[in-house]
């Protein structure tokens, strides 16, 4: 598994998340409150919302859940947190680097519990730019399999500009440079309907495969981080193998 494939992370680690599900919608609705917030709350002229909105309806979050959080984060919703976006970097177990992506109404609550799971599970937590530099900013669109065929994925994704198509039996991953991640985007949604997944993302330059110990603190720390309510995303470089995973987390 590796640490750059978010759609592999998310099947893999499926069973765990269904046990925090109502964890994960409290992430879902943070950041569609904030996407309506940042703009209209009107999804169709508000991409950041409905990029949010899709992907609760993605982790099955209920309709009422979603109407509440758009309506918090319009005037008089209700919603007077002011929440920043912010962003860790540091080291995990193995060498691993970690970019942590959070939305937070209160900084150092944030910094001072994602520097304590760092440090409980062998990590460092690191300034601003001390992993980033590691990895490419992209845009990273994803549609189930049964959305489209390749072909057609590809071909719509290229002639708007995209940088990658990866297609297999789980779906279809495409890849733009952030500059175009809107306009792939729109002519993806025009053409098969809204993504799965659609959000600016980090990639990895290289990967780094951790020894066995190594990754069972990872994962540990994974958890613990993803457990946390203000943070939002965590990406890493590492590269586990998939008999690996299947044993560390069976």
Do not use: C
């Not at 994960?24 to 508000?46: C, H, M, Q, Y």
């Not at 937070?104 to 980033?132: H, P």
């Not at 390749?150 to 198509?165: I, K, M, P, R, T």
């Not at 110990?213 to 309510?229: F, G, I």
Request: hydrophobic share 40%.
């Amino acid at each position: 598994m590796a640490g750059h494939s978010q759609f592999k992370n998310i099947m893999h680690r499926k069973g765990a998340q269904d046990a925090k599900r109502s964890k994960i919608f409290n992430k879902l609705a943070r950041e569609i409150t904030v996407a309506a917030k940042s703009g209209l709350p009107d999804p169709a002229a508000n991409p950041r919302l409905r990029a949010a909105i899709l992907a609760g309806r993605a982790q099955n979050m209920p309709r009422d859940r979603i109407d509440r959080a758009i309506k918090q984060g319009t005037p008089g919703g209700g919603d007077d947190a002011n929440y920043e976006e912010v962003r860790y970097e540091g080291y995990g177990p193995g060498g691993v680097a970690l970019i942590v992506e959070a939305l937070t109404d209160n900084r150092n609550r944030t910094a001072a519990e994602v520097r304590s799971s760092f440090t409980k599970y062998g990590g460092s937590l690191g300034e601003t730019n001390s992993v980033s530099f590691m990895f490419s900013r992209i845009g990273a669109i994803f549609y189930p399999a049964a959305a489209a065929d390749a072909d057609a994925v590809f071909e719509v994704a290229l002639e708007a500009g995209a940088d990658n198509v990866e297609s297999d039996e789980n779906g279809h991953e495409v890849t733009t440079t952030v500059e175009n991640f809107g306009i792939v985007r729109d002519a993806l949604e025009a053409k098969f309907g809204g993504a799965e997944s659609a959000r600016l993302t980090w990639r990895p330059l290289n990967t780094v495969a951790p020894s066995e110990d190594a990754a069972a603190s990872l994962l540990k720390l994974l958890d613990v981080l993803e457990d946390n309510d203000d943070v939002q995303v965590v990406e890493g470089n590492f590269d586990i193998s998939d008999e690996l995973m299947q044993k560390l987390t069976a």
